[in-house]
């Protein structure tokens, strides 16, 4: 198991690489100046431009570039963002925590309700449930996320005036539910289509029909018997949610103005501010690895036959 992980760790080195080089290359042809953007459409003496492109190491090429923030890195240095003059890294400390109760708030609301649906379709296959667990995930994974957060702001926040449409306040449960609700919504129609088919499959194993045959329960059978060896390909799903989660859910921390950290990177876009985007995509990333690894790891207790040391001969 030490050796799968070691070797897992030392291949996120070149996906870093690889991905902060490209984003270097992207921010190097997309158009717009971040001195511009920095300094206002105002005149400036054109010595003082070249000199505050000079301090943000802008004047040198793309290689050179990418070298020093390597170099930087190695150093455990993101930068400084360019609009607010602060470490990328207080800022990403400070934001951070709030993306991850939101993630964490919407992968409980995939859990609880993604698998419950999914387990009640399968074992209620073909009655009036089943047919509105299929008819209201097949809406959900069709509905536009910004077009549903929209919808519950206007409901739920407007017309009824029971949650706030936006914000974070003072951090009390009411503000999480139509953020997280809107984040989870099309993952948990996903959770249940998953639990269903996983759940119907294993449903028609021998070692089912041997542990009715028994006398055992249904709900034993179900629960003890054949939800966990159904559960991995859900847990692979969630796993993967909740990595992109952590990592910060851009469109709907935007819609509901949520001080996370997909919702600074948002606002660096459009500032081209180069650190903060970089910053936050990096720890995306290693958020996202980090949430597969322990995914990996889980399955070998969920299947004892999984495992990842070395192969007997």
Excluded: C
Aim: hydrophobic content about 50%.
């Amino acid at each position: 198991m030490l050796a799968y992980i070691v070797r897992r760790v030392l291949q996120t080195i070149p996906v870093l690489l690889g991905a902060t080089f490209f984003l270097f290359v992207l921010m190097y042809i997309i158009p717009g100046d971040p001195v511009r953007l920095l300094t206002g459409e105002r005149a400036m003496d054109p010595q003082r431009y070249q000199q505050i492109r000079h301090e943000l190491y802008l004047d040198r090429p793309l290689h050179l570039q990418y070298l020093h923030y390597v170099n930087n890195l190695l150093h455990g240095d993101l930068g400084t963002s360019y609009q607010r003059g602060r470490a990328v890294a207080d800022i990403l400390k400070e934001k951070y925590p709030n993306s991850i109760r939101l993630a964490f708030t919407a992968v409980l609301v995939e859990i609880f309700i993604g698998i419950t649906a999914g387990i009640i379709s399968a074992v209620k296959r073909y009655s009036f449930l089943d047919v509105l667990v299929t008819l209201s995930t097949s809406i959900l994974v069709s509905v536009p996320i910004f077009w549903l957060g929209m919808i519950l702001q206007i409901v739920f926040g407007l017309k009824l005036g029971l949650l706030p449409m936006s914000g974070m306040g003072d951090g009390s449960l009411k503000y999480f539910i139509l953020p997280s609700v809107t984040l989870a919504a099309v993952e948990t129609a996903y959770v249940a289509r998953i639990m269903r088919s996983q759940m119907l499959e294993v449903m028609r194993q021998d070692y089912i029909r041997t542990a009715y045959a028994k006398g055992l329960k249904s709900a034993a059978v179900i629960m003890k018997h054949g939800l966990k060896n159904a559960l991995i390909p859900v847990v692979t799903f969630i796993g993967l949610d909740l990595g992109s989660l952590m990592g910060g859910a851009i469109l709907t921390e935007t819609i509901f103005n949520w001080p996370g950290i997909g919702y600074q990177i948002y606002i660096a876009i459009q500032q081209r501010d180069n650190p903060l985007i970089l910053g936050g995509v990096l720890v995306l990333i290693l958020v996202f690895i980090a949430i597969n690894l322990i995914v990996d790891i889980s399955y070998a207790f969920l299947d004892p036959r999984i495992r990842y040391g070395p192969k007997e001969s």
